[in-house]
């Protein structure tokens, strides 16, 4: 290697760890912060514990409350990215296999989605849940969500489904396969990394989701874990290290599923994007 590949190389992960530690210094700190007393928190931020305080995660752990919302946000997530996943495949399929009058408007119109969040429509959506009687009820939230998430998973969908060659689809048909057997049998198999990417969009978007949740989920049982989040710092707020143990255990299913889900994520983007 010559002098300038070996300093662009050195200040590419020189670049890479600064960028690293503005993630896992916070991180650390919330660990260690959350295994102090909160005198200690208070008289030594940095410094090490001089008692390590356990307790305040198995504290955490052993609560019915905290499994319950982890529980709810996880039912919440996987019925959300369920429906999702089901109607975008389906409309993303029409808009990219199908030629019909009014094909891009309607596209058109649902690609619009991504410019109004969802604060927008607060009121009536909670107008509309109301009438509908689903308050105090997780389709309340489910299904708003999954409205919200379908602009971005049709233009994916759309997008990679167009990349399969119609000579496939034509086979399909000349063999006997229908439409829909074209459709469930062989495209969603090979857009299965496409469908992959958008799971794990619909997931992290749900399981991060605090807005809807306080507005629609105002029974305890129901709560999800960023609405619990909330709920303990207002209980605890004099008590900074067992909140910050509460908050450091509420990140790490989402740790966990990124760090699982974390290939699969990229792989299908840059298969959407070599191949779009």
């Known amino acids: 290697m010559t002098r300038q590949e070996i300093a662009k190389s050195i200040s590419r992960h020189t670049l890479v760890w600064v960028l690293g530690s503005f993630i896992v210094v916070p ?14 928190l208070t ?5 090490l514990p001089d008692e390590w ?16 919302q ?18 975008s495949a389906m409309a993303a399929f029409a808009f990219a296999r199908y030629a019909f009058r009014g094909r891009e408007l309607f596209f058109t119109a649902f690609a619009a989605g991504l410019m109004f969040p ?17 308050l105090n009820n997780p389709l309340g939230v489910i299904l708003p ?48 990394p496409a469908i992959g990417t958008v799971s794990v969009l619909a997931i992290v978007t749900s399981w991060n989701n605090f807005f809807l949740p306080l507005l629609v989920l105002a029974n305890e049982k129901w709560h999800t874990i960023p ?16 909140v910050m143990a ?26 959407g994007a070599t191949k779009g």
């Open 27 to 40: 991180l650390l700190y919330a660990v260690l912060a959350g295994l102090k007393t909160t005198g200690a």
């Open 43 to 47: 008289t030594n931020p940095i410094g």
């Open 53 to 68: 305080m356990f307790s305040n995660y198995t504290g955490i752990l052993a609560s019915g409350s905290f499994w319950r």
């Open 70 to 87: 982890i529980g709810n946000s996880v039912l919440i997530a996987v019925a959300t990215t369920l429906i999702t996943v089901a109607v």
């Open 118 to 134: 969802p604060a927008v429509a607060v009121l009536p959506l909670f107008v509309l849940l109301r009438q509908f009687g689903l």
């Open 145 to 192: 969500q999954a409205a919200f998430a379908l602009p971005i998973t049709i233009i994916i969908l759309r997008s990679f489904f167009r990349t399969i060659p119609a000579e496939l689809e034509e086979a399909a048909i000349m063999d006997g396969c229908s439409r829909f057997g074209f459709f469930w049998r062989i495209l969603l198999p090979m857009a299965r």
């Open 227 to 242: 609405v619990g989040i909330q709920q303990y710092q207002g209980q605890y707020s004099t008590d900074y290290a067992l």
């Open 246 to 271: 509460y908050i450091v255990l509420a990140m790490i299913p989402a740790l966990l599923f990124y760090a699982v889900a974390e290939r699969q994520l990229i792989g299908g983007l840059t298969a």
